[in-house]
């Protein structure tokens, strides 16, 4: 979907513009959601469906915090994931359209094969990626997934670890490339063009401390997952990509087995009060992938 896009803003009110194209750019003040822990001291949990009668949806609570964004627009190049746990990749072919992602056998079919080799070609070591998952948000308030507005990382190591025996029918080939390294990766992009209102921002890894990060377990149906929610520190440096576009691709890694390296990148959609009225709402596609080597 073809879009123009201005980057000089037609200043209206404070924190608005009359240029319903414009794409917000640089650094921002502005508000994210973190964690806050249950006041009754128990073990945090998120239900990701219906919870069973009597339960909440969640058990902890959360705080809004001020931050400062920066934008890494034109330093892409300087990010990787051994040191900061994302990487931005630019110019990247695809043959989907808008309406592949109306379908998630579409997905499934023309935009697996393209994550798979985009993973292979882009992540040192990678031998062998598994898709497990993928989720498409919408800003509409009819959509079933929204822009996730709250501070968290997509997976612990325990929760990594459980995915290799989940989606490796053989026990005996699980338990060997357990032995291995191996990475859980989330491979983000817009589909609707430029992101002008409710971007992505991720901190970079070696500004959170461990202390910052709280397993939740995440509730399914079915089985019970972990992700982490993330406490406000001050020290955390927070950033995004300003107006990213179709074409790029934006990695973020929520696991890794490897000492030394930087192991996961928490991130959070967030409001930008510079966002343009009229401004088309973001729409995108995460998917998650156990990538091994």
């Not at 990213?244 to 967030?270: I, Q």
Request: aromatic share 8%; proline share 10%; hydrophobic share 30%.
């Amino acid at each position: 979907m073809a879009t123009t896009t201005s980057t000089t803003p037609s200043t209206t009110l404070a924190g608005s513009t009359s240029d319903p194209n414009y794409v917000p750019r640089g650094p921002v003040e502005t508000e994210l959601t973190f964690f806050v822990p249950p006041e009754d001291g128990s073990a945090p949990f998120n239900y990701v469906e219906e919870p069973p009668e009597g339960q909440p949806q969640r058990n902890y609570g959360e705080g809004p915090q001020k931050v400062h964004l920066t934008d890494v627009r034109g330093h892409e190049n300087e990010y990787n994931l051994d040191k900061d746990a994302f990487q931005v990749l630019q110019n990247v072919p695809t043959a989907t359209t808008y309406e592949t992602f109306n379908s998630d056998e579409e997905v499934q079919k023309v935009y697996y094969p393209e994550v798979e080799k985009v993973l292979l070609d882009n992540v040192p070591g990678a031998h062998r990626v598994i898709l497990f998952d993928h989720t498409i948000r919408r800003q509409n308030p009819n959509a079933p997934r929204q822009p996730v507005n709250r501070a968290h990382v997509d997976q612990t190591a325990k929760a990594a670890e459980e995915r290799v025996r989940l989606h490796v029918p053989d026990p005996k080939e699980a338990e060997q490339l357990l032995k291995g390294r191996y990475r859980i990766i989330n491979v983000w992009r817009p589909l609707n063009g430029v992101v002008q209102g409710s971007p992505l921002a991720f901190a970079s890894a070696d500004s959170v401390d461990s202390n910052d990060l709280v397993p939740i377990q995440h509730r399914y149906p079915h089985r019970t997952g972990e992700i982490m929610g993330v406490q406000f520190n001050p020290a955390q440096k927070w950033m995004y990509l300003s107006g990213m576009d179709n074409h790029e691709r934006l990695f973020l890694k929520c696991s890794d087995t490897k000492e030394g390296v930087a192991a996961r990148v928490p991130h959070t959609a967030f409001s930008d009060p510079r966002t343009p009225a009229g401004a088309k709402p973001r729409e995108s596609i995460e998917v998650r992938a156990l990538v091994f080597g």
